[in-house]
């Protein structure tokens, strides 16, 4: 008993701590590599990616590990569980005035850009010029919501 005890403190246990420290090491090392095809992974789910690129979702050009910070609407697009849709292009993530689905290129979000869209309006994340849009100005809309809600 009294060895089976020593044999374990002295040989299992180690290995075990260190079987358990190789694992977290491996999953970080994962992490830290499939990051930045994470972010192509997911940017291809855009129907336009162009000029921004990374800078769609990424406050940081060339995302990795260290620093991946996400804009507005790259954090709708995570809470959105990283699909572009309907909903997500009905969003104004960076509240500037014009829809994501504007600003991306494809204003319903079925994933198809409009027209001969091959470019971005503007930054869905960066409050920019997005261009002429369809959005009707915010403060109206809040006005015509306000109408509705009896306030
Ligand atoms: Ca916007
Ligand atoms: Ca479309
Ligand atoms: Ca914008």
Redesign the pocket.
């Known amino acids: 008993m009294k060895r089976q005890r020593a044999l374990y403190h002295h040989t299992i246990q180690p290995m075990a701590e260190l079987a358990v420290r190789l694992t977290v090491l491996v999953v970080v090392l994962v992490m830290v590599a499939s990051s930045a095809q994470a972010t192509q992974q997911y940017m291809d789910r855009l129907?336009v990616v162009n000029p921004y690129l990374c800078l769609t979702c990424h406050t940081v050009e060339n995302p990795s590990g260290g620093d991946s910070t996400l804009n507005p609407f790259g954090t709708d697009f995570e809470i959105n569980g990283r699909v572009w849709d309907y909903h997500l292009a009905n969003l104004n993530s960076d509240g500037d005035g014009c829809l994501n689905g504007v600003e991306i290129g494809?204003?319903?979000?079925?994933?198809?850009?409009?027209g001969n869209v091959t470019e971005q309006a503007g930054n869905p994340g960066v409050v920019d010029n997005c261009g002429s849009g369809s959005l009707v100005d915010e403060k109206t809309w809040d006005a015509l919501k306000a109408m509705f809600d009896g306030r």
């Open positions: 129907p494809d204003s319903d979000g079925d994933g198809v850009a409009d």
